[in-house]
């Protein structure tokens, strides 16, 4: 029955998505693709690394989660996609998050100083963790 396969394809789907989303929110390792394909395979043995990644995007276009991008090198999602901050670690290239309220003060420094409307701001921070000092 047509019906029946788009209704099943259709809930196949949704439930891959729940639990790309849902094993993403429960890490705070901030992971790779790669290592969050691994972490759901142990749940959903025949998904496939493009549908990581198809999700992952559909995710990161509706908001729901952010990819942090590091330029040359590959991305890392994160299932906290309220504005917060990153540090990373130079020794074991680990990513932390960084408690704390967004810099308000700052974007009103820098309207202040140019003249200039902000409308948003990025900030990393780089360093050695406790692990690696
Ligand atoms: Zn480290
Ligand atoms: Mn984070």
Same mark, same amino acid.
């Given at each position: 029955?047509?019906n029946?396969e788009?209704?099943n394809?259709k809930s196949r789907?949704?439930?891959?998505r729940?639990?790309?989303?849902?094993?993403?929110?429960?890490?705070k390792?901030?992971?790779?693709?790669l290592?969050?394909?691994e972490?759901?395979r142990?749940?959903? $043995?025949?998904? %496939? =690394?493009?549908?990581?990644?198809?999700?992952?995007?559909?995710? /990161?276009?509706r908001?729901?989660? !952010? @990819?942090?991008d590091y330029?040359a090198?590959?991305?890392?999602?994160?299932?906290?996609?309220?504005?917060?901050?990153?540090?990373?670690c130079?020794?074991?290239?680990r990513?932390?998050?960084?408690?704390?309220? $967004?810099a308000q %003060? =700052?974007?009103?420094?820098v309207a202040?100083?140019?003249g200039? /409307?902000v409308?948003s701001?990025? !900030? @990393?921070?780089y360093?050695?963790?406790?692990?690696?000092?």
């Amino acid at each position: 029955m047509k019906n029946e396969e788009n209704h099943n394809s259709k809930s196949r789907r949704s439930r891959q998505r729940d639990l790309i989303l849902a094993t993403l929110r429960g890490t705070k390792s901030h992971p790779t693709a790669l290592e969050l394909y691994e972490k759901v395979r142990g749940e959903m $043995p025949r998904i %496939s =690394l493009g549908t990581v990644y198809r999700n992952l995007k559909w995710l /990161r276009e509706r908001g729901e989660v !952010l @990819e942090l991008d590091y330029g040359a090198t590959f991305s890392r999602f994160d299932g906290n996609a309220a504005n917060h901050y990153h540090f990373t670690c130079e020794g074991c290239g680990r990513v932390f998050d960084v408690a704390g309220p $967004p810099a308000q %003060s =700052l974007e009103r420094s820098v309207a202040r100083d140019t003249g200039f /409307r902000v409308l948003s701001h990025r !900030l @990393e921070f780089y360093g050695l963790c406790a692990d690696c000092q």
